[in-house]
């Protein structure tokens, strides 16, 4: 797995919802639910994505709101997986967002 360079992962990022930030090279997200059913359905559906992908993100969930980091232990950075999960993560969320 490569690790992505500076512009690659400005570039990747231009391209995911306004949730996601960059943090000292670490992919940050909040995701606000109405319901905590909502928010663990949503972890349901995102979790087997990570199964696919062999990358497992970084999240807590407290009631109705989900906090994720991602980054590639194994490389020392983001790869084209972080980016992956975090686009499947926002289109997951579309259907709560509403």
Do not use: R
């Amino acid at each position: 797995m490569k690790k992505l360079s500076k512009s690659e992962v400005e570039k990747k990022l231009k391209l995911l919802s306004k949730n996601w930030v960059l943090k000292d090279n670490i992919l940050f997200a909040k995701f606000k639910f109405i319901t905590f059913d909502d928010a663990f359905d949503f972890m349901k559906i995102v979790s087997e994505k990570c199964k696919d992908l062999n990358h497992h993100p970084k999240w807590t969930n407290v009631y109705n709101q989900i906090d994720v980091e991602l980054f590639t232990h194994d490389i020392g950075g983001l790869s084209y997986v972080d980016f992956e999960l975090a686009s499947f993560m926002d289109l997951s969320f579309l259907p709560y967002s509403q």
